[in-house]
C-alpha cells in the first residue's frame, strides 16, 4: 500500500487550502513552550513540513471548473 495519492484541484480549491496552511503555519509559530533542543527540533520538522506542502501545492497544475469563466 502506498502513501501517495492523486487528486486534482480547481483554483478557489487550491487557495482554500493554502489559506488553512498560512493558518497552521502561524498555529506553529505562534505556540508558546520552552525552547528546548527537542521543542526546537520538532517544530522546524513541522514548519519544514508545511513549507513542503505549500510549494507542491503552488506547483499543481489547476483545472478550470465547467463552465466558469475568465
Known amino acids: 500500500m502506498s502513501d501517495m495519492f492523486a487528486f486534482e484541484v480547481n483554483k478557489e480549491q487550491r487557495d482554500v487550502l493554502l489559506q488553512g496552511l498560512r493558518y497552521v503555519r502561524s ?26 506542502l505549500t510549494n507542491l501545492l503552488n506547483g499543481l497544475p489547476v483545472i478550470e471548473a465547467v463552465g466558469a469563466s475568465n
Do not use: F
Open 27 to 52: 498555529s506553529i509559530m505562534l505556540n508558546v513552550e520552552d525552547p528546548t533542543p527537542e521543542y526546537v527540533a520538532e517544530r522546524n520538522s513541522r514548519l519544514q513540513a508545511v513549507a513542503a
